[in-house]
């Protein structure tokens, strides 16, 4: 191996390390407060915050354990999946189903949105909080369903790595299904989801402006758009945004290993193959990660229910405990 494919395979390795840990440090830190903020009564009532709310749980099961495992097998070699077929197959399954899920469930907020800003009532009575909880359970089934194939068609197969040495991968069988993983995954994680998000996203905005020419006072008193759904449709449109830009360069990828998987490549280029996807495989993370600081950047309402969670932390720490004397002497308070 000459000494640019080493360079560039140290790049790859770096750069995969780096993108990793940042987006650790951010989604635990981000999560969290996503999950203390969602769960407060001024943002709980709306429906789309029950997807906002459970996408943040899939993403912190992400950031907790889906990274962690790829930094170990990227940059130490540490992959168990490699070395026993079992957890082969119920790993990648796993990891497949909850990320796309995550990514499925800010897609439902989109359409959300659409029906609870239409002039219809019988739509905007399908934006409810009970119906958020039932298409949860119900994109949740189904996206286990549809990556169910994985368990039987996963296997232990021998490729030659960054390196051009050939080692055990936990991959899809070679051929067709591969292939049709790769345009599988491509759909479901990223290019359907996406499109989803686009077009109600552009629903909803018209449906806002239909109703501001229809009821312009209306719209001014809050009455027929309140803030907080102002805010929430802010916080979505921010998310949509990332994850479309983090995940269309990742199927950009897959499409292309799809169709150069029959070529013989030389190590340089396997090096550069590996290079870019650890970039765009890195910057996926991003999706999962940076939804709180998408929703402070973009919401007023976000900011003041993170500062009052704030403010009631720094008065549980400030402690004045008072010191009773007998009866005449005088009380002391030390704080």
């Known amino acids: 191996m000459d000494s640019s494919t080493a360079e560039i395979n140290t790049t790859a390795a770096t750069t995969f390390y780096i993108l990793s840990v940042v987006n650790f440090v951010l989604g635990i830190i981000g999560?969290?407060?996503?999950?203390?903020?969602?769960a407060r009564p001024k943002l709980c009532r709306q429906p789309c915050s029950f997807y906002f709310f459970s996408a943040s749980w899939y993403n912190l099961f992400i950031v907790l354990i889906v990274i962690p495992m790829r930094l170990l097998s990227n940059n130490y070699n540490l992959e168990a999946a490699n070395?026993?077929?079992?957890?082969?197959?119920?790993?990648?399954?796993?990891?497949?189903?909850?990320?796309?899920?995550?990514?499925?469930?800010?897609?439902?907020?989109?359409?959300?949105?659409?029906?609870?800003?239409?002039?219809?009532?019988?739509?905007?009575?399908?934006?409810?909080?009970?119906?958020?909880?039932?298409?949860?359970?119900?994109?949740?089934?189904?996206?286990f369903i549809l990556y169910c194939h994985m368990i039987v068609y996963y296997e232990i197969s021998y490729v030659p790595n960054k390196f051009g040495t050939i080692t055990p991968l936990c991959n899809g069988q070679s051929g067709f299904y591969r292939s049709f993983l790769n345009f599988w995954y491509m759909l479901f994680y990223s290019l359907l989801p996406s499109f989803i998000m686009v077009i109600f996203g552009c629903l909803t905005v018209r449906n806002i402006r239909q109703r501001a020419r229809i009821a312009p006072i209306a719209i001014r008193n809050v009455q027929t758009f309140k803030r907080s759904d102002a805010a929430i449709l802010r916080m979505l449109t921010a998310q949509v945004m990332v994850i479309i830009i983090c995940t269309v360069p990742f199927s950009a990828y897959r499409l292309y290993s799809s169709f150069t998987a029959n070529l013989t490549k030389t190590t340089y280029r396997l090096a550069q193959e590996n290079l870019a996807l650890q970039i765009v495989g890195g910057l996926t993370y991003f999706a999962h990660s940076s939804s709180f600081y998408m929703h402070i950047l973009?919401?007023?309402?976000?900011?003041?229910?993170?500062?009052?969670?704030?403010?009631?932390?720094?008065?549980?720490?400030?402690?004045?405990?008072?010191?009773?004397h007998p009866v005449g002497q005088n009380q002391t308070s030390v704080l």
């Open 31 to 38: 999560l969290a407060f996503n999950l203390l903020i969602l």
């Open 83 to 143: 070395y026993n077929l079992g957890y082969c197959k119920i790993q990648t399954f796993f990891i497949y189903t909850i990320r796309s899920i995550s990514c499925w469930l800010i897609a439902l907020a989109t359409i959300d949105r659409y029906l609870h800003s239409s002039s219809h009532a019988f739509l905007r009575q399908m934006s409810s909080a009970e119906s958020a909880k039932w298409a949860i359970r119900i994109i949740s089934v189904i996206m």
């Open 298 to 324: 973009s919401s007023t309402i976000f900011r003041k229910e993170l500062r009052q969670i704030m403010r009631s932390c720094v008065r549980r720490r400030v402690v004045v405990p008072v010191y009773l």
